[in-house]
């Protein structure tokens, strides 16, 4: 065997054994999905305490494998892996263990220059308060997601815009709105001056604006409420209409012959007793002064006239329902019951001295007794025993 065939062999079984290396450290033949699934040296987020997270992309244009993670243009990781689910993408990463970055962070795919690779930006949510932390695990939400526009894509819209978008047209509006505003630059300054006005009210009564709208908005749901009665009355009101219609000749007919009847006798009475109907209006206008005078006084005599000795108002005191209120008062004292039940017979007067003798002093209102007169001495509460 010569040289060169030991030298041919030896590089065959070195070849054989550097592919099942790779083949063993990228786990087998499942595991390889190119040269770019190749764990590359230097990169971040692969050290210890690195950490894993996911974000779902609603499209990753051209993302590979171990392109960069960036947080305020500084690398913090690298795309682990670029897979399908569902109808997304969805895209693993590792991150370098000191890139904190809140919970509800954003995941953003973008161009690291004009021609060059595709990079995932990761930042804190804009206009919203960062909340929580990531951490090992973390998914990130399609909502929380999105793509830059792609050198293609710029180039692609600008051409629709250069060539079928209507940018030959501009031309020819420039110049037409050019005549049409020839010679009326002040009309066209005041009616510029007018609309700022206009708007400048319209933003003064914007609080009212709102107000009428709820109202009105308030209306049309009360309408909606009694639409079933709404409904009922739109169709009989033609009904009635279409029998007003249908009787117009017999009722102005009627008002005629009512005119015609009533219109004659009534003027020809006023006419002859126009003169005495003023007098008697002159008579009665010192009268009604008066009962307007009387007030209260008139209204509470009427009490006393409908109701013989006892007025309204204390009836309605007294009778509250099925029972009626009643207070009473009675003297059972000597002289009291003597000039009650004992004037002018054989005992008169002996009451009033029993009471006499058991210490009345009669001195303080006169007595039945010795004034002869029951009228003169009235009952007093506190005349005593």
Same mark, same amino acid.
């Given at each position: 065997?010569? #040289?060169?065939?030991?030298?041919?062999?030896?590089?065959?079984?070195?070849?054989?054994?550097?592919?099942? +290396?790779?083949?063993?450290?990228?786990?087998?033949?499942?595991?390889? #999905?190119?040269?770019?699934?190749?764990?590359?040296?230097?990169?971040?987020?692969?050290?210890?305490?690195?950490?894993?997270?996911?974000?779902?992309? !609603?499209?990753?244009?051209?993302?590979?494998?171990?392109? *960069?993670?960036?947080?305020?243009?500084?690398?913090?990781?690298?795309?682990?892996?670029?897979? *399908?689910?569902?109808?997304?993408?969805?895209?693993?990463?590792?991150?370098?263990?000191?890139?904190?970055?809140?919970?509800?962070?954003?995941?953003?795919?973008?161009?690291?220059?004009?021609?060059?690779?595709?990079?995932?930006?990761? +930042?804190? !949510?804009?206009?919203?308060? !960062?909340?929580?932390?990531?951490?090992?695990?973390?998914?990130?939400?399609?909502?929380?997601?999105?793509?830059?526009?792609?050198?293609?894509?710029?180039?692609?819209?600008?051409?629709?815009?250069?060539?079928?978008?209507?940018?030959?047209?501009?031309?020819?509006?420039?110049?037409?709105?050019?005549?049409?505003?020839?010679?009326?630059?002040?009309?066209?300054?005041?009616?510029?001056?007018?609309?700022?006005?206009?708007?400048?009210?319209?933003?003064?009564?914007?609080?009212?604006?709102?107000?009428?709208?709820?109202?009105?908005?308030?209306?049309?749901?009360?309408? +909606?409420?009694?639409?079933?009665?709404?409904?009922?009355?739109?169709?009989?009101?033609?009904?009635?209409?279409?029998?007003?219609?249908?009787?117009?000749?017999?009722?102005?007919?009627?008002?005629?012959?009512?005119?015609?009847?009533?219109?004659?006798?009534?003027?020809?009475?006023?006419?002859?007793?126009?003169?005495?109907?003023?007098?008697?209006?002159?008579?009665?206008?010192?009268? +009604?002064?008066?009962?307007?005078?009387?007030?209260?006084?008139?209204?509470?005599?009427?009490?006393?006239?409908?109701?013989?000795?006892?007025?309204?108002?204390?009836?309605?005191?007294?009778?509250?329902?099925?029972?009626?209120?009643?207070?009473?008062?009675?003297?059972?004292?000597?002289? #009291?019951?003597?000039?009650?039940?004992?004037?002018?017979?054989?005992?008169?007067?002996?009451?009033?001295?029993?009471?006499?003798?058991?210490?009345?002093?009669?001195?303080?209102?006169?007595?039945?007794?010795?004034?002869?007169?029951?009228?003169?001495?009235?009952?007093?509460?506190?005349?005593?025993?």
């Amino acid at each position: 065997m010569s #040289r060169y065939s030991h030298w041919r062999r030896s590089g065959a079984v070195l070849l054989i054994t550097l592919v099942v +290396a790779t083949l063993s450290g990228c786990g087998g033949l499942r595991g390889f #999905r190119g040269a770019n699934s190749l764990p590359l040296p230097g990169r971040v987020g692969v050290g210890s305490g690195a950490y894993t997270i996911q974000a779902q992309m !609603p499209d990753v244009q051209n993302l590979k494998e171990n392109s *960069r993670v960036e947080l305020n243009d500084v690398v913090i990781g690298n795309v682990a892996k670029v897979e *399908r689910q569902g109808w997304h993408a969805l895209v693993t990463m590792t991150i370098d263990p000191n890139a904190e970055l809140p919970a509800n962070a954003t995941a953003t795919i973008g161009q690291t220059s004009l021609l060059g690779t595709l990079h995932v930006e990761l +930042a804190p !949510p804009p206009g919203v308060a !960062p909340q929580g932390k990531l951490h090992n695990g973390s998914v990130i939400p399609l909502a929380s997601a999105s793509a830059y526009p792609s050198t293609e894509q710029t180039l692609g819209a600008l051409s629709l815009v250069l060539n079928g978008g209507g940018l030959g047209q501009l031309q020819d509006i420039t110049q037409a709105l050019s005549t049409a505003f020839a010679g009326r630059e002040l009309d066209l300054r005041s009616l510029i001056q007018q609309l700022d006005k206009f708007t400048a009210y319209l933003n003064d009564q914007k609080g009212d604006i709102i107000a009428a709208l709820d109202s009105f908005n308030n209306l049309v749901g009360q309408l +909606a409420e009694h639409k079933p009665a709404l409904d009922k009355a739109l169709k009989t009101i033609p009904d009635a209409l279409a029998v007003l219609r249908d009787e117009r000749v017999k009722i102005g007919d009627a008002f005629d012959v009512l005119g015609r009847n009533a219109g004659g006798p009534a003027a020809d009475v006023l006419e002859q007793t126009k003169e005495n109907l003023l007098k008697e209006l002159g008579d009665v206008g010192p009268v +009604a002064q008066s009962l307007a005078n009387s007030g209260l006084a008139l209204t509470r005599g009427l009490d006393y006239l409908t109701v013989p000795l006892f007025s309204k108002p204390p009836v309605a005191k007294w009778i509250r329902g099925d029972y009626g209120n009643l207070t009473g008062v009675f003297d059972l004292t000597l002289s #009291r019951l003597d000039s009650s039940f004992f004037t002018g017979t054989r005992w008169e007067g002996n009451l009033t001295e029993l009471e006499l003798q058991w210490g009345r002093t009669l001195g303080v209102m006169p007595s039945p007794y010795t004034a002869r007169n029951p009228l003169v001495a009235p009952y007093h509460f506190n005349q005593g025993p």
